[in-house]
């Protein structure tokens, strides 16, 4: 068995002296471990660092085995996150959401985001809205999309400012009124993609993803929200007004 395959490293295990257990986000393969020899030699340890981008070449007798990792550097990027705290922060919380893919499971339009917010993961402004979408991306594809298309309660499709923390349906402004504490805020930057965020928008956003994320894929697992989100989003908020 061989292929070969561009990968975004999530993280590195040293494996006897000197090589390393790769986990490495493909985009065509999903997320694949293999071994790399010498991986934390050093030649091969600093480019085995999470975020850079490889060209991985992956190799096994057969398709259940480990397998073993040759590894050339695509976009050494993983230095340009120390330029600012929410920017390590938020490379640890992806790297850990990432992880709840299952393996070997292709998320090729998921790799093209994550592959474009490592490159602008510096940019507080860019990259606060771009994390909330992405939560909510990796939630539809691990099966628990929500629905913020109409309203749950009258088919409206406007106007839809609630998400029922039930049913994970949007909630239009007059059908939720009543139960106005008991929803989610529905930030419009998450309905429009033409739309930015302001205000509040990144705080609601952050709070309903959060939310979902708990009920849905951690609590499940027995797992909780770490506190490389917590950090990430406080590291956020001191660069960026209204987003804790």
Not at 18 to 40: C, E, K, N, P, W
Not at 74 to 82: E, G, K, P, Q, T
Not at 152 to 176: E, F, H, I, Q
Request: charged share 20%.
């Amino acid at each position: 068995m061989q292929w070969t395959d561009e990968g975004i490293v999530l993280g590195v295990k040293r494996h006897g002296e000197a090589s390393a257990i790769l986990d490495l986000m493909t985009r065509a393969h999903g997320r694949h471990l293999g071994m790399v020899r010498g991986g934390f030699g050093s030649r091969l340890k600093p480019i085995l660092q999470p975020g850079n981008t490889l060209s991985a070449t992956w190799r096994a007798r057969l398709d259940e085995h480990l397998g073993n990792y040759t590894v050339e550097p695509v976009n050494l990027r993983a230095s340009n996150f120390f330029a600012a705290p929410h920017a390590i922060y938020g490379l640890t919380h992806l790297s850990t959401l990432m992880r709840l893919l299952p393996e070997r499971d292709p998320h090729e339009s998921l790799y093209a985001l994550y592959d474009f917010m490592l490159d602008h993961l510096a940019e507080a402004q860019v990259i606060a809205p771009m994390v909330v979408r992405f939560e909510l991306q990796l939630l539809a594809e691990l099966g628990f999309g929500l629905d913020l298309t109409e309203c749950v309660a009258t088919g409206a499709t406007d106007d839809l400012v609630y998400v029922s923390p039930k049913s994970g349906r949007a909630v239009s402004r007059g059908a939720g009124a009543r139960y106005a504490e008991r929803m989610l805020n529905l930030p419009a930057f998450l309905r429009d993609p033409a739309t930015p965020a302001a205000g509040r928008d990144v705080a609601d956003g952050f709070a309903l993803t959060g939310f979902f994320l708990d009920r849905y894929v951690l609590e499940p697992r027995g797992l909780m929200l770490g506190d490389e989100r917590t950090h990430f989003i406080a590291a956020l908020a001191r660069a960026l007004p209204n987003v804790a």
